[in-house]
């Protein structure tokens, strides 16, 4: 790591001119990298109850209090729908220890909307007063005693009263002058189900925004659905205590999602939204309260705990997810936790550094130093010589043409490793559009070739090598042009509802590759999207989330919306002296998506990066493995063996990137 290190020192040993970051109108809430293991003071148990879903809120001497639904052990985990209560709890720090100090609410009992349970709080402080939001159920004009209700909570789900219980619940709230009460309830919900809910409205977050009318999250199910897809639905109103008016378009119903809270970041200017859904805790983001969708972190954990001594906690179920905000930013992701028959919340720490560093990814990336790319694609077996603007627009005309008879990949990857290098790429895609593996998918793809009757998968037998010699694999992907479909910089050829319709389908087409990609062949190392991705915000397929989903500890590189390398400028294997890690953009685009900032001077801000950067971007630096006459040369040829860059060439690229604090990649 002798030039990681002089990469990083060397911040302290050069002035350069400030290159001040500019407002990009873009979001850029990052949490997860941030994210703290914890100790025992983070988690909240207690040995009678089941504590759950956690609200966070400090007064003005300091102290943190927490109000939180628990209900007793006996009762088993079922027993929330019957019988849960909303407790008080405080701290000297956001994170914990806690102590419990009091209960606040329980069923009210006798005819009201919440005469059954209390549960799954939130607390604000608005205009002088405090806001308890909650939910609450009934059993109808009938009632029920106590007995059927702990028979009920001990039996579960398949009892007989359980879903009229789960569907006449509702969303209130309790207002009150302190923190100590007392509380007040509304003697009606907030709101009934309508619009892009139904049955009911549960698991409320509410916010004030920039306009100071307040948004109101709140569950409910998916309308004429026949899956069990809980919707998350926005309503507005002038005052904290309704009446809220819900809107036509809910915030989350593409999936089964549950338990969101909600705050607007001053700084970003926008509302975001966390939620839980079955393999991860998610956000969401808007900048208006009313239109939403994935924000650039959709994924802000998977669902485990990190521990300070090195272990870590696989939850059955990781629910309740809540930001506490303090100084403008993220302190705390409190979560409740469901292990065995044990039940508590955990908070944990979200710290910032106070300069930019990389994240675990990064580091490894640039750890590896040196990579390899084997560029592959039907036309290096056609014949012909490539060139590049030919080959983005006209289709091969046969891709039967691709049948060699001496492949072998295990020999590619036995060669590299003798060589040193730390990982390698394949390109699983390129400008023909033709995928090397067995796509669902991509009807273009290996199913479609007479090689090895169709059952050939060029990603398959790649990454087994590199497992097999120690070589952290990776894939790159071609999605910026593809000549078999007509897309050139992301957009499909034609005009009117004929592009657009095709335009939808080549999106979810790229989106079920990526997902391929991300989910049939282990753990990757890096992605790289030829030519960079596109924001979906300008029609293009949405990639991002798909990676964080699916390959959590894979380095992305890169779209519009985040990119964690950058090119280092050129295609020579170098970079220039000195070369920054850091970066004043926390992506770089490409093409008509680049910031015409970085494509200025012909990318010298990629090539030097900024010392005074607010976000860790190391430089890559990529050159092929033949050339001349300033030619970089991509795909092997046969008969092109006199265009190797001698090994000083390939030694001064070495010096010239690695030595300067980039990775280098060759191919």
């Given amino acids: 790591m002798q030039f990681r290190l002089s ?14 970051s500019f ?40 102290l943190y209090h927490l109000f939180y639904a628990r209900w007793r052990r006996d009762l088993t985990f079922t027993g929330w729908l019957t019988h849960s209560e909303i407790a008080h709890a405080v701290s000297e720090h956001a994170w914990g220890p806690w102590k419990y100090k009091e209960t606040v609410l329980k069923g009210r009992g006798g005819d009201h909307w919440d005469a059954i349970t209390a549960h799954n709080p939130k607390i604000k402080y608005f205009n002088g007063k405090y806001y308890l939001y909650y939910i609450g ?61 139904t049955t009911l409205t549960v698991n409320p977050a509410v916010t004030r925004g920039p306009d100071d009318k307040y948004y109101l999250v709140v569950k409910g199910d998916k309308p004429n659905e026949t899956r069990f897809i809980r919707d998350q639905a926005i309503a507005i109103s002038d005052h904290p205590d309704g009446p809220f008016v819900m809107q036509p378009k809910p915030v989350i119903d593409n999936l089964d999602t549950e338990d969101m809270s909600l705050w607007y970041d001053d700084k970003q200017q926008r509302f975001y939204g966390i939620f839980h859904a079955h393999s991860f805790i998610g956000m969401m983001a808007s900048t208006d309260g009313i ?5 650039t972190e959709y994924v802000v954990t998977h669902k485990y705990l990190r521990l300070e001594n090195g272990d870590s906690i696989r939850p059955d179920r ?16 409190s979560v409740a936790i469901k292990k065995g028959d044990d039940s508590y919340c955990a908070f944990i720490p979200i710290r910032y550094p106070e300069h930019p560093r990389p994240n675990p990814r990064q580091l ?119 000549a078999f479909l007509g897309v050139h910089d992301f957009k499909v050829d034609g005009t009117g509802a004929f592009q657009q319709k095709r335009q939808e389908q080549y ?34 397929p949405d990639v991002l989330p798909i990676v964080q989903q699916y390959q959590p500890n894979c380095l992305f590189y890169h779209n519009l919306q985040l990119a964690e390398a950058r090119w280092g400028g050129s295609e020579s294997g170098t970079v220039n002296y000195p070369c920054w890690a850091t970066f004043p953009y926390v992506s770089v685009g490409t093409g008509p998506s680049g910031h015409p900032e970085i494509v200025a001077n012909n990318y010298e801000l990629l090539k030097t990066g900024a010392r005074e950067g607010q976000y860790w971007m190391p430089a890559m630096a990529d050159a092929p493995l033949r050339g001349y006459q300033g030619r970089h040369e991509w795909f092997w040829e046969p008969g092109d063996e006199d265009h190797l860059f001698p090994v000083t060439d390939l030694m001064n690229m070495y010096e010239k990137s690695v030595g300067r604090n980039a990775t280098l990649i060759m191919g």
């Fill in 7 to 20: 990469g990083l020192c060397i911040l302290t040993l050069f002035t350069l001119i400030r290159i001040p």
């Fill in 318 to 333: 990781m629910e309740r997810p809540f930001i506490y905000y303090e100084d403008g930013k993220p302190a705390v992701l």
């Fill in 137 to 197: 159920t009934h059993a109808g004009p009938e009632g029920m005693s106590e007995a059927e209700l702990i028979e009920t909570a001990r039996t579960g789900y398949s009892h007989k009263n359980w879903w009229p219980l789960r569907e006449n619940q509702r969303t209130g709230v309790a207002v009150a002058e302190s923190l100590g009460g007392p509380w007040i309830r509304q003697d009606q919900p907030l709101i009934e189900p309508s619009g892009p809910i």
């Fill in 507 to 540: 999106n979810r087409m790229v989106e079920g590759m990526v997902k391929e990609i991300c989910t049939n062949y282990g753990e990757l190392f890096e992605i790289w999207f030829d030519g960079g991705a596109d924001d979906p915000a300008h029609g293009a």
């Fill in 291 to 295: 239109n939403w969708k994935k924000a």
């Fill in 364 to 482: 490894a990336w640039q750890e590896a130093e040196l990579g390899a790319i084997f560029h592959y694609d039907l036309h290096v077996f056609d014949g012909k010589k490539y060139i590049q603007g030919d080959n983005r627009i006209t289709p091969i005309e046969d891709y039967q043409v691709f049948n060699p008879s001496r492949l072998d990949i295990d020999q590619w990857i036995r060669t590299i490793k003798e060589a040193g290098f730390k990982f390698a790429l394949f390109t699983a895609s390129h400008e023909t559009g033709f995928a090397f593996y067995q796509s669902e998918v991509n009807p273009y793809s290996m199913r479609a070739l007479n090689f090895q009757n169709g059952q050939g998968d060029l990603v398959r037998d790649f990454i087994e090598a590199c497992r097999k010699y120690g070589i952290k694999p990776g894939i790159y992907l071609g999605i910026r042009w593809n």
């Fill in 23 to 62: 407002s990009q109108n873009r979001d850029e809430l990052f949490i997860r990298d941030y994210l703290q293991p914890i100790t025992t003071d983070n988690i909240f148990s207690d040995p009678d109850y089941y504590n759950w879903g956690s609200s966070i809120i400090r007064d003005e001497q300091g």
